[in-house]
């Protein structure tokens, strides 16, 4: 159980996290998607989300808190400190599997056994006009791929992502889930990702299955329109 537990962000104040999670031991930590959860002995969870601008670091205990700690958890000399949230919230263990954010989640991509066939069910209920890199980003159809991921993951099935997943077939979507898959699984494991960057952030850049002179593009996908990268050339 941690020693001590900080909430310093303002909006913790009325919340009372250390004396509500004071005395218990995480007894697991587990993830869904990009969900982090945090169980606690008490029926307690602590849910983390971080987006765009959060993260997690441990560090050795007794340093300053960081101005833009949410939460420090300390246990002997080392300690884990969350880092601008934005998602950061204590609820029940029931909520966890009623809230709506979380039940209406896709198959985890790193789970360890993908449920494809989930996946493709929901990838056959969505817009069948929508590009498939932006259907991949979509949480409800899949959980866990962020945009690098699926730029890579599209690349190395030579799929384009502009391509309507109406027009994607079944084998097709499953390469793309599967190349992302091993790529991540490996990052996670080693904690590397930069090294499987072959495209991405490369626009203007020779093609490094093509060569020149193919040269990667990028254009803003989605309602969100984040930056996708491709080859014209060999992602068909």
């Known amino acids: 159980m941690p020693d001590a537990i900080l909430t310093p962000h303002p909006r913790f104040g009325r919340d009372r996290w250390p004396e509500r999670l004071g005395g218990q031991a995480v007894r697991a930590v587990d993830a869904h998607g990009k969900h982090l959860f945090l169980r606690f002995e008490g029926g307690l969870v602590i849910h983390s989300h971080l987006r765009m601008t959060g993260g997690w670091r441990v560090r050795d205990a007794g340093g300053p808190v960081p101005r833009s700690a949410w939460l420090v958890l300390t246990r002997g000399e080392r300690e884990v400190v969350q880092l601008r949230g934005p998602v950061l919230e204590l609820m029940t263990e029931s909520r966890t599997r009623f809230d709506q954010r979380l039940a209406g989640?896709?198959?985890?991509?790193?789970?360890?056994?993908?449920?494809?066939?989930?996946?493709?069910?929901?990838?056959?209920?969505?817009?069948?006009?929508?590009?498939?890199?932006?259907?991949?980003?979509?949480?409800?159809?899949?959980?866990?791929?962020g945009n690098l991921w699926k730029v890579e993951g599209c690349f190395a099935a030579a799929i384009d992502p502009w391509r309507p997943v109406g027009r994607v077939s079944d084998e097709e979507a499953l390469t793309i889930v599967r190349?992302?898959?091993?790529?991540?699984?490996?990052?996670?494991?080693?904690?590397?990702?930069?090294?499987?960057?072959?495209?991405?952030?490369?626009?203007?850049?020779?093609?490094?299955?093509?060569?020149?002179?193919?040269?990667?593009?990028?254009?803003?996908q989605g309602d969100d329109n984040r930056l996708t990268f491709w080859c014209p050339n060999c992602q068909h």
């Not at 449920?115 to 959980?143: S, V």
């Not at 494991?189 to 990667?216: E, F, H, K, N, V």
């Open 105 to 145: 989640l896709g198959p985890d991509i790193l789970a360890d056994e993908l449920d494809e066939d989930r996946f493709l069910h929901r990838l056959r209920h969505d817009d069948p006009t929508r590009g498939i890199g932006d259907a991949l980003l979509d949480q409800r159809t899949i959980a866990g791929i």
């Open 179 to 220: 190349e992302t898959r091993a790529r991540m699984q490996r990052s996670a494991a080693d904690g590397r990702q930069d090294m499987w960057r072959r495209i991405y952030s490369a626009a203007g850049r020779p093609c490094p299955r093509c060569g020149p002179p193919a040269l990667i593009k990028a254009r803003g």
